[in-house]
Each structure stands twice: as structure tokens, then as C-alpha cells.
């Protein structure tokens, strides 16, 4: 079964960078579609990004286009979320889920991927950004 474990996430200041990582056991991470979500205070969840597992496109909600990479590392069985010119709404959770489901036909991160469609998650690490 496979278990996610987020780190990265802290306190900095606007303008500043982070990079999550998304560590996974149990199973090869090389083999999953990867989405990272995050939820603010009093808000609903909605994802930040998302890596197709099948043709290795990256896609990036509107909010973070431009300032993140989605990547992942085979050797290290990890997946990673570099944030760039961080900006205190990017403030909240993120969260690292996991799906084995895009193939030729099938993009689980088109149009947007929801948090439904993933069946693995870590418990998320916390960012903060203060203005």
C-alpha cells in the first residue's frame, strides 16, 4: 500500500521560495499520477498541481502558474512542489495525493484533477506566508 509523507513546508516571507517534497513508501511513486492540494483556513481544498503519470505532463492551476514545478525523482521515490515568489494567499496545507489512472486515453489531471479521483495522501505539511 502506498503511504505519502509531505515536508518542506514553513513560515517565510512574501517573495520567498519553498520546495515540498512528497516522499512515498510502499510502492513505486514512478507509476502514479501525483497532484498536490492545498486547503486555506475556512476554505475549501483546491489543487495546485498535478503530474500525468502516463505522458508526463505537468499542468498548474491558474493561482500557481508560472511560479511552481511539479517534479519526481524515481531514485528517491519522492515527488516535489518548488514554489517560487511565494504570496500569503499561497498560505495553507499541502497536501501530496497519488492515483494509479491516466493511460492513453485517460488524463486524471484534465480538465482539473479533484480530490476524488486520488486514492492515496499524506497528512500535508503547512505553509505560511506573511506579507
Known amino acids: 500500500q502506498l503511504q505519502l509523507v509531505e515536508s518542506g513546508g514553513g513560515l517565510v516571507q512574501s517573495g520567498e521560495s519553498l520546495r515540498l517534497s512528497c516522499v512515498a513508501s510502499g510502492a513505486p511513486l514512478s507509476t502514479y499520477d501525483i497532484a498536490w492540494f492545498r486547503q486555506a483556513p475556512g476554505k475549501e481544498r483546491e489543487w495546485v498541481s498535478c503530474l500525468n503519470r502516463y505522458n508526463g505532463r505537468e499542468y498548474y492551476a491558474s493561482t500557481v502558474k508560472g511560479r511552481s514545478i511539479v517534479s519526481r525523482d524515481a531514485t528517491k521515490n519522492a515527488a516535489f512542489l518548488q514554489m517560487i515568489d511565494l504570496k500569503p494567499e499561497d498560505t495553507g496545507i499541502y497536501y501530496c495525493?497519488?492515483?494509479?489512472?491516466?493511460?492513453?486515453?485517460?488524463?486524471?489531471?484534465?480538465?482539473?484533477?479533484?480530490?476524488?479521483?486520488?486514492?492515496?495522501w499524506g497528512r500535508g505539511t503547512q505553509v505560511s506566508v506573511s506579507s
Open positions: 495525493a497519488a492515483v494509479q489512472s491516466s493511460s492513453w486515453f485517460w488524463d486524471v489531471c484534465q480538465p482539473a484533477p479533484t480530490g476524488s479521483d486520488f486514492t492515496s
